[in-house]
């Protein structure tokens, strides 16, 4: 395993897997960093619906046009959360989504697993597909696998703004 912030530094974007399952234990490892993630007022409006059946995941893809790498995924969680229409509620639901998410790529990032977000569009294929209530939503998915390309590792040459660019000491 990696050293937390060598996992923050080599998780990257990852849409092409090799057709290789996740072991169960790290695939819980990983639910678990959702689970256990930060949440306003710790109340946890999260559901996390894990796919692994590759039938399943080919239909899971198609819920957005940017979705294809969830075919080849080797599991596919789908983040799922109450419906609201106060605005308040789903700006905080959507920030603890966001940590949520990135604990999650995290801990996949140091098991030298894979990952990639993808956004829903079709919420009534994705609601067949999953079956969730109605009166919860899923706005956005976790595509899970082992890198085709390149391992998991920290990034040397990363295309990020530089810090001095981003950080700015106490004003702009």
């Known amino acids: 395993m990696m050293q937390t912030?060598?996992?923050?530094?080599?998780?990257?974007?990852?849409?092409?897997?090799?057709d290789r399952p996740i072991p169960q234990e790290d695939l819980e490892r990983?639910?678990?960093?959702?689970?256990?993630?930060?949440?306003?007022v710790n109340q946890q409006r999260w559901d996390f619906v894990v796919v692994t059946g590759r039938d399943r995941l080919k239909q899971l893809s198609r819920v957005w046009r940017?979705?294809?790498?969830?075919?080849?995924?080797?599991?596919?969680?789908?983040?799922?959360?109450?419906?609201?229409?106060?605005?308040?509620?789903?700006?905080?639901?959507?920030?603890?989504?966001?940590?949520?998410?990135?604990?999650?790529?995290?801990?996949?990032?140091?098991?030298g697993i894979g990952s990639a977000h993808s956004a829903v569009r079709d919420k009534d294929l994705c609601r067949r597909l999953l079956k969730y209530p109605q009166d919860r939503t899923c706005d956005y998915l976790i595509a899970l696998g082992y890198p085709d390309d390149r391992p998991i590792k920290p990034l040397r040459n990363h295309k990020r703004r530089s810090f001095d660019d981003v950080v700015h000491k106490g004003s702009w």
């Open 30 to 40: 990983i639910l678990e960093a959702g689970r256990r993630a930060p949440s306003s």
């Open 66 to 111: 940017g979705g294809r790498h969830v075919a080849g995924s080797a599991a596919t969680v789908a983040l799922v959360t109450p419906l609201v229409d106060d605005p308040d509620a789903r700006e905080s639901i959507g920030f603890d989504l966001g940590q949520a998410a990135m604990s999650m790529m995290i801990a996949a990032a140091d098991l």
């Open 5 to 18: 912030f060598d996992a923050i530094r080599a998780r990257r974007a990852v849409r092409l897997y090799q």
